[in-house]
């Protein structure tokens, strides 16, 4: 059950997540589907935005979010701007594209970010923590993974590292020891079980069976601070 509620940029200078999304390659897209899980740790797209001005226009106004902090209606003015300067026709209701767009690329910079600085506190810190928003938009499957705790370089965060799908507000924590201890959890003897599921996606050449794990949206089965060395094919 995907969320409708706003979530704002974080009030600090965040540099890890601001110095991966600068990275991006911006690429103009037909469809969502164009680019494909961890492609986005390498590219800035607006699915339906094909000119090159468009998509520069857009991966400037998200840097700014994300480096100054900006809350979505903040952005959503930039958007509307944007949106008139260059005439864009798109799908969907400006409140859910803006939001969607603001959200999607926040939500992923952050996750990356995090994630440099648990492997960067592995030494010390060697093991990381699922943790679920606790009410009624948080998924059944996403909330039964809440307080997981596995070894940084347990597979499981390989496919499981947040977001995990459209709206998802799940992060990970790392955790010592003594951190383990303190919150009255404990290390899982193993992770929990991945089953996986038939889904269709839609695309502009027809539609596309994949497999993709239970509880995990279509294209948010991959960790955005462990992008595959090659990255993976809809469908592949």
């Not at 998509?55 to 979505?72: C, M, Y």
Request: proline share 6%; net charge positive; hydrophobic share 35%.
């Amino acid at each position: 059950m995907a969320s409708d509620f706003t979530v704002n940029a974080e009030p600090v200078h965040f540099k890890e997540a601001i110095d991966f999304f600068r990275a991006k390659l911006r690429l103009g897209t037909r469809a969502w589907t164009d680019i494909w899980q961890d492609q986005h740790a390498r590219t800035f797209v607006i699915a339906g935005a094909m000119k090159d001005d468009l998509v520069k226009d857009f991966q400037r106004a998200v840097g700014e979010a994300i480096a100054e902090g900006k809350t979505l209606d903040e952005f959503r003015k930039e958007f509307d701007s944007i949106v008139a300067r260059h005439g864009w026709s798109y799908n969907g209701g400006r409140g859910w594209r803006s939001r969607v767009i603001f959200q999607t690329n926040m939500r992923g910079a952050y996750a990356n970010g995090r994630w440099q600085q648990v492997v960067r506190q592995k030494s010390r810190r060697p093991f990381v923590r699922y943790v679920a928003v606790d009410d009624d938009n948080t998924r059944p499957e996403h909330w039964d993974w809440h307080d997981t705790v596995l070894p940084v370089d347990d597979p499981f965060w390989k496919t499981h590292g947040p977001p995990n799908g459209w709206g998802c507000r799940c992060r990970v924590q790392s955790l010592s020891a003594r951190d383990v201890k303190r919150l009255g959890l404990k290390v899982s003897e193993k992770a929990p079980e991945i089953r996986m599921r038939d889904a269709e996606v839609n695309t502009p050449e027809g539609k596309v069976s994949i497999k993709v794990p239970e509880g995990i949206d279509p294209g948010f089965a991959w960790n955005p601070g462990q992008p595959a060395t090659e990255p993976t094919r809809l469908g592949g």
